[in-house]
Nanobody, 121 residues
Framework: QVQLVESGGGLVQPGGSLRLSCVAS????????MAWYRQAPGKERELVSA???????NYADSVKGRFTISRDSAKNTVYLQMNNLKPEDTAVYFC???????????????WGQGTQVTVSS
Protein backbone atom coordinates (compact mmCIF):
# COMPACT_ATOMS: atom_id res chain seq x y z
CA GLN A 1 0.00 0.00 0.00
CA VAL A 2 1.04 3.54 -0.73
CA GLN A 3 -0.08 6.50 1.36
CA LEU A 4 -0.02 10.03 -0.01
CA VAL A 5 -0.03 13.21 2.03
CA GLU A 6 -0.47 16.57 0.32
CA SER A 7 0.34 19.97 1.77
CA GLY A 8 0.73 23.57 0.72
CA GLY A 9 -2.79 24.60 -0.17
CA GLY A 10 -4.45 27.75 1.10
CA LEU A 11 -5.95 31.10 0.26
CA VAL A 12 -4.04 33.40 -2.08
CA GLN A 13 -4.82 36.56 -3.98
CA PRO A 14 -4.94 36.60 -7.78
CA GLY A 15 -1.42 36.80 -9.15
CA GLY A 16 0.01 35.08 -6.12
CA SER A 17 1.90 31.81 -5.80
CA LEU A 18 1.61 28.55 -3.91
CA ARG A 19 3.72 25.41 -3.81
CA LEU A 20 2.02 22.07 -3.29
CA SER A 21 3.88 19.02 -2.03
CA CYS A 22 2.90 15.36 -1.97
CA VAL A 23 4.88 12.71 -0.12
CA ALA A 24 4.38 9.02 -0.82
CA SER A 25 5.10 6.49 1.88
CA UNK A 26 4.79 2.76 2.32
CA UNK A 27 6.86 -0.38 2.24
CA UNK A 28 8.42 -1.93 -0.83
CA UNK A 29 6.88 -0.02 -3.68
CA UNK A 30 8.06 1.48 -6.93
CA UNK A 31 6.57 4.66 -8.36
CA UNK A 32 6.17 5.35 -12.04
CA UNK A 33 4.18 8.48 -12.86
CA MET A 34 3.40 11.20 -10.32
CA ALA A 35 0.65 13.69 -11.10
CA TRP A 36 -1.58 16.48 -9.86
CA TYR A 37 -5.31 16.67 -10.56
CA ARG A 38 -7.87 19.22 -9.48
CA GLN A 39 -11.60 19.33 -9.02
CA ALA A 40 -13.61 22.52 -8.81
CA PRO A 41 -17.16 22.58 -7.39
CA GLY A 42 -19.62 21.13 -9.86
CA LYS A 43 -16.90 20.06 -12.27
CA GLU A 44 -15.15 16.82 -13.08
CA ARG A 45 -11.67 16.06 -11.82
CA GLU A 46 -9.09 17.09 -14.39
CA LEU A 47 -5.40 16.45 -14.93
CA VAL A 48 -3.25 19.48 -14.16
CA SER A 49 0.22 18.06 -14.70
CA ALA A 50 2.18 14.81 -14.64
CA UNK A 51 5.83 13.78 -14.51
CA UNK A 52 7.46 10.45 -15.32
CA UNK A 53 10.45 8.81 -13.67
CA UNK A 54 12.54 10.10 -16.56
CA UNK A 55 11.42 13.67 -15.95
CA UNK A 56 9.08 14.06 -18.89
CA UNK A 57 6.24 16.41 -18.09
CA ASN A 58 2.89 17.44 -19.47
CA TYR A 59 0.51 20.21 -18.50
CA ALA A 60 -3.09 21.18 -19.03
CA ASP A 61 -3.32 24.06 -21.50
CA SER A 62 -4.89 26.24 -18.84
CA VAL A 63 -1.79 26.13 -16.62
CA LYS A 64 1.05 26.07 -19.16
CA GLY A 65 3.59 28.76 -18.45
CA ARG A 66 2.27 29.29 -14.91
CA PHE A 67 2.64 25.93 -13.17
CA THR A 68 5.75 23.75 -12.86
CA ILE A 69 5.79 20.15 -11.72
CA SER A 70 8.89 18.52 -10.29
CA ARG A 71 9.79 15.45 -8.30
CA ASP A 72 12.42 14.23 -5.89
CA SER A 73 12.46 10.49 -6.47
CA ALA A 74 14.81 9.87 -3.55
CA LYS A 75 12.17 11.39 -1.25
CA ASN A 76 9.14 10.00 -3.14
CA THR A 77 7.87 13.54 -3.35
CA VAL A 78 6.21 15.52 -6.11
CA TYR A 79 5.79 19.28 -6.14
CA LEU A 80 3.58 21.71 -8.00
CA GLN A 81 4.78 25.30 -8.14
CA MET A 82 1.84 27.51 -9.04
CA ASN A 83 2.51 31.09 -10.10
CA ASN A 84 0.25 33.87 -11.35
CA LEU A 85 -2.74 32.14 -9.85
CA LYS A 86 -6.19 33.00 -11.14
CA PRO A 87 -9.63 32.65 -9.55
CA GLU A 88 -10.38 29.84 -12.00
CA ASP A 89 -7.55 27.83 -10.42
CA THR A 90 -9.67 27.50 -7.28
CA ALA A 91 -10.21 23.80 -6.64
CA VAL A 92 -9.26 20.86 -4.49
CA TYR A 93 -5.92 19.60 -5.73
CA PHE A 94 -5.21 15.87 -5.57
CA CYS A 95 -1.94 14.04 -5.87
CA UNK A 96 -1.89 10.73 -7.73
CA UNK A 97 0.89 8.24 -8.17
CA UNK A 98 1.04 5.16 -10.34
CA UNK A 99 2.93 2.56 -8.35
CA UNK A 100 3.41 -1.14 -7.79
CA UNK A 101 4.64 -3.34 -5.02
CA UNK A 102 8.06 -4.89 -5.40
CA UNK A 103 7.67 -8.27 -7.01
CA UNK A 104 4.38 -7.34 -8.64
CA UNK A 105 3.92 -6.59 -12.32
CA UNK A 106 0.74 -4.59 -11.87
CA UNK A 107 0.76 -0.84 -11.42
CA UNK A 108 -2.25 0.87 -9.86
CA UNK A 109 -3.34 4.39 -9.01
CA UNK A 110 -3.07 5.81 -5.51
CA TRP A 111 -4.72 9.08 -4.54
CA GLY A 112 -4.13 11.62 -1.82
CA GLN A 113 -6.91 13.19 0.24
CA GLY A 114 -6.69 16.55 -1.52
CA THR A 115 -5.72 20.06 -0.51
CA GLN A 116 -7.86 23.15 -1.06
CA VAL A 117 -6.53 26.01 -3.15
CA THR A 118 -8.60 29.19 -3.16
CA VAL A 119 -7.67 32.17 -5.30
CA SER A 120 -9.64 35.23 -4.28
CA SER A 121 -9.21 38.88 -3.46
Amino acid sequence: QVQLVESGGGLVQPGGSLRLSCVASGIGFRINVMAWYRQAPGKERELVSAITTGGSTNYADSVKGRFTISRDSAKNTVYLQMNNLKPEDTAVYFCKVVAKSEGSILYRDYWGQGTQVTVSS
